[in-house]
C-alpha cells in the first residue's frame, strides 16, 4: 500500500501537467500588447503641439523636412487662429454699415446713379457679413451622431447664400439702376456731398481690406502661397468673401468717383450711369467667382497637395509604418479634413494586435486639430508605395 501511495503522486503529477497550459492560456497576451497601443492614444495627444510637431517628433531616423514643417503637417491652411477669420468678418460689418448708410444719404442728395450703385453694393456687402457671421459659427460645432464629420461644410452653404446676395442685391441691381438712368434725364446735384462719402468710404474699405490681407499673407507665408493664390485655394470662405469684396468695394469707389466727375465736368449723366453698370459687371463677376469656390468645397475638395504631401511624410515617420499605398485627404469645413489611407505595418502581428495598432496611428492623426477623421486600412502586398513626392492617386475630389 505504501508502494501505491508512492504511485498515486505519480499518477497524479501528469494530471496537473495538462494544466500547464492553462495558466500560459493568458498567452493570446492580446490585451498584453494591447497596452502600448492603448498608452500610444494619450502619447499622441501630448503629440499634439502646434501641428508641426504633431507627428514629426516620433522616435524615426528622419525627420520632417523644414518645407514640410513650413506647411504646417496636417493643418489644412497653416492653422490660423479661428478667431482671426471672425474679427475680419466683425471688422467688415461694422466698415460696410457705416458707409452704406452714408452711401444712401449720398445717393438721395445727389441723385447720382454711381452713387446708388455703391449704396446698393454696401447694403449687400452688409447682409453678407450677416451670413458669413453664421457660417463661422454654425461650421464650429462639434461633431455628434447624426453628423460624425462635424458641421464644417455648413460654412459653404451660408458663403454661398452671401455670394447670391452679392449677385443680387449688388449686381443686377446696379446693373438695372445704371440702364434705366441711360434713358433718364439730367439729375446733377451736390457733388461735394458725393466725393466726401465716396473718401471716407474708400478709408473705411481699406481698413477692412487690410485686415482681411494681414489674415491671408499670415497664412499664404506657411503655405509657401502668394497672397491671391492663397485667398482663392483657401478652405476658409469667409476670408475669400470679405477679401474679394472689400476689393470689389475699393474698386468701385474708384469707378463711381470717376463717373462722378465726369458727369460733373461734361454734364453728360451717361458717364454717371455706365459707372453704375461697372460697378454692377464687377459685383457680378466677384458673385461668379465666390458662387464657383464654395459649391467646389461643397461638392467635395481634395486638400492642398502642400498639405497632403507633409500627411505622408508624417505617416512615415511613424515607427509603426512601413510605407503607405493609398492616401486622401478630403476638405470637409475650414480648416477640417479626413484622412483616408491604406498603411503597411512594420512587423508580422497576429490580426488583434494589428488592428489595435492601428487605431493608435489613426488615434495620432487624429489628435491634429485640422483632422476630423482618419481611417486607415492594412494595403495589399502587391500595392505600390508611395513617396512624398507622388501626385495623388485618387485625384482631385471636384471636376
Known sequence: MPADTDDAPAAASPVPAPKAPAPKAPAPKAPASKAPASTSVPAAAEECEPAAES???????????????????????????????????????????????????????????SMVAEAAHSWADTGNEVFLVLANRRSRRPPEPGHPLGFGREAYVWALFAAMGLFVAGGAVSITHGVQELFAGDSGGDYLIGYIVLAVSFLLEGTSFLQSVRQARLEAESMNRDVIEHVVETSDPTLRAVFAEDS????????????????????????????????????????????????????????????????????????????????????????????????????????????????????????????????????????????????????????
Open 55 to 113: 507627428l514629426s517628433t516620433p522616435p524615426a531616423p528622419t525627420e520632417l523636412p523644414p518645407e514640410a514643417q513650413d506647411a504646417i503637417p496636417l493643418q489644412q491652411d497653416g492653422g490660423a487662429d479661428k478667431s482671426e477669420s471672425g474679427l475680419t468678418v466683425a471688422i467688415a460689418f461694422v466698415a460696410n454699415l457705416v458707409i452704406a448708410i452714408a452711401k444712401t444719404g449720398a445717393a438721395l442728395l445727389t441723385g447720382s446713379a
Open 248 to 399: 470689389a468695394a475699393l474698386v468701385g469707389v474708384v469707378i463711381a468717383a470717376l463717373g462722378l466727375a465726369l458727369h460733373q465736368i461734361t454734364g453728360v449723366a451717361a458717364f454717371d450711369a455706365l459707372g453704375s453698370i461697372l460697378v454692377g459687371v464687377l459685383l457680378g463677376v466677384v458673385a461668379i467667382v465666390l458662387i464657383s469656390r464654395n459649391r467646389r468645397f461643397l461638392i467635395g475638395q481634395e486638400a492642398d497637395p502642400q498639405v497632403r504631401e507633409a500627411t505622408l511624410r508624417a505617416l512615415l515617420a511613424l515607427p509603426e509604418v512601413d510605407r503607405v499605398t493609398r492616401l486622401r485627404l478630403e476638405v470637409v469645413g475650414p480648416r477640417m479634413i479626413t484622412v483616408v489611407g491604406d498603411v503597411d505595418l512594420i512587423g508580422d502581428d497576429i490580426e488583434p494586435n494589428v488592428a489595435m495598432r492601428l487605431r493608435g496611428v489613426e488615434a495620432k492623426l487624429s489628435a491634429s486639430p485640422a483632422v476630423v477623421d482618419a481611417v486607415l486600412s492594412l494595403s495589399a502586398p502587391d500595392e505600390p508605395s508611395l513617396t512624398p513626392d507622388d501626385a495623388p492617386d485618387d485625384g482631385p475630389a471636384t471636376s
